[in-house]
């Protein structure tokens, strides 16, 4: 280790702080930057502008020594052709040009990104610090929840109902106020852009399920820091259910249950089932304080009848969707057709909306990319050795991926950058686990 050359370590250490920050301002966006009123959803220009140049040091500070691999996997091949057919379908069949443009420059941003991470993060070191990035993201989520509940109650640094945004003039942010937030019941809805809390609760949704993967090698390892992921996972899961957003609960729960089909043997730990008891009666504490309206309300959202309303209001969206398909099932409407012909920017839906505006085609190309980067964190994760931190940090991200998916059956987040840095990592874990497993099997007793 004394042989290395110092530049080495202190390169090493560029590289590292770039990735780490570079995640860590996609977390931020997700509840920071994109709240600025007026500011555009799809492209989150900041965000890609802020990490493509700190995450280009990965490569501009490499040793000329060291020959640089270019890992493609089958994922971002379908995700290319599903860019290019994105490209040709807007120019040949768009009617609205500025969202179908946007759409796509949010589609090659993430292209970038999940470019830069399958290349980027090379090493089980790597991804666990690309992992650590997203559990700080979620005590960002916390602190600015926080803020909002304080300043909700205490009416400090609100005007009418928008939030003053923390710092602004410091940076002398053009926009100082973020959108105005809804009320439902004793707890305002967590919101991001256009008053929403759904793309919030999807994010928090694959954050808790990361931060769930390293509690429970935390457990296992018996370490200190678990207590401090235990009462992350707990403050989450708690905004989670404030969120209000029923499409993020399921989803929740489709990747806990993903934990459980590759992690058996965690419903017979003592640890779990006092974290579960620990959970209930913060939970019956909460709602103590804040009366039972909160839990009526949160109720409230599993009822049909109460929200049958918004219920019909989706269905119709989608079924709008569907009669573009089978108006062009092959090729769809166009990209960005679908904000045109109806005035609304989605259908609800991912699918139906990509269904409606890339036909069979779009829809097949986009199908086989999830399912390619589904079967690349399953591959990471029977890969793995037993037991160890990488097969807990590629648990977690499978998960979380498989939050986004079903996510994506009842809202849009796919073109968030959030979703791209998951992407990313769920491949580049791919190679990771694929890289040591090699090691492992070699007959030089390598590994």
Not at 97 to 106: E, Y
Not at 148 to 177: C, G
Not at 401 to 410: A, D, H, K, M, T
Request: net charge positive; charged share 10%.
């Amino acid at each position: 280790m004394s042989g290395l050359p110092k530049w080495r370590y202190f390169t090493s250490f560029l590289q590292d702080s770039s990735l780490w920050i570079g995640i860590s301002v996609v977390v931020l966006q997700i509840y920071y930057f994109p709240l600025i009123q007026g500011f555009d959803l799809q492209l989150n220009r900041l965000a890609f502008l802020i990490c493509v140049t700190l995450w280009s040091f990965l490569s501009i500070l490499r040793s000329p020594s060291l020959r640089f691999r270019v890992r493609i996997s089958p994922s971002l091949l379908y995700f290319c052709f599903f860019c290019i057919f994105s490209v040709i379908s807007a120019l040949l069949a768009s009617h609205n040009m500025r969202a179908a443009v946007s759409q796509i420059a949010g589609l090659f941003i993430g292209a970038v990104i999940m470019f830069f991470l399958s290349q980027a993060v090379n090493s089980p070191k790597r991804l666990f610090l690309a992992t650590s990035a997203l559990v700080a993201g979620g005590w960002l989520i916390v602190a600015f929840a926080v803020y909002q509940y304080v300043s909700w109650f205490t009416y400090r640094n609100m005007v009418d109902r928008a939030f003053v945004i923390p710092f602004s003039s410091l940076f002398h942010m053009r926009e100082s106020l973020l959108v105005p937030t809804g009320f439902v019941g004793p707890l305002f809805r967590l919101t991001l852009p256009f008053g929403s809390s759904s793309h919030l609760a999807a994010s928090i949704a694959a954050l808790l399920l990361v931060a769930l993967g390293w509690l429970l090698f935390k457990l296992q390892a018996r370490k200190p820091r678990r207590l401090a992921l235990g009462l992350l996972c707990i403050i989450m899961f708690v905004l989670l259910l404030g969120t209000y957003s029923r499409a993020a609960w399921l989803a929740f729960i489709t990747g806990v249950l993903t934990i459980v089909k590759y992690q058996k043997r965690i419903l017979l730990k003592r640890a779990v089932w006092c974290a579960v008891f620990i959970l209930l009666t913060f939970l019956i504490v909460l709602g103590a304080i804040l009366g039972s309206g909160f839990v009526q309300t949160v109720a409230a959202r599993l009822d049909l009848e109460a929200t049958q309303r918004s219920n019909l209001a989706h269905l119709k969206f989608r079924l709008d969707a569907i009669d573009m398909f089978l108006s062009s099932p092959l090729f769809g409407v166009g990209w960005g057709n679908y904000e045109f012909l109806t005035k609304r920017l989605h259908a609800h839906s991912s699918y139906v909306t990509i269904l409606a505006e890339g036909g069979i085609i779009g829809f097949a190309l986009w199908i086989l990319f999830c399912a390619s980067l589904v079967a690349h964190g399953v591959c990471a994760i029977r890969l793995s050795r037993p037991g160890s931190p990488l097969k807990y940090a590629n648990l977690g991200l499978l998960a979380s991926l498989i939050s986004i998916l079903v996510g994506n059956i009842f809202q849009q987040y796919y073109l968030f950058t959030f979703v791209w840095v998951v992407s990313g990592l769920v491949i580049a874990s791919y190679f990771v686990t694929v890289n040591e497993h090699r090691m492992e099997i070699r007959p030089d007793g390598g590994g």
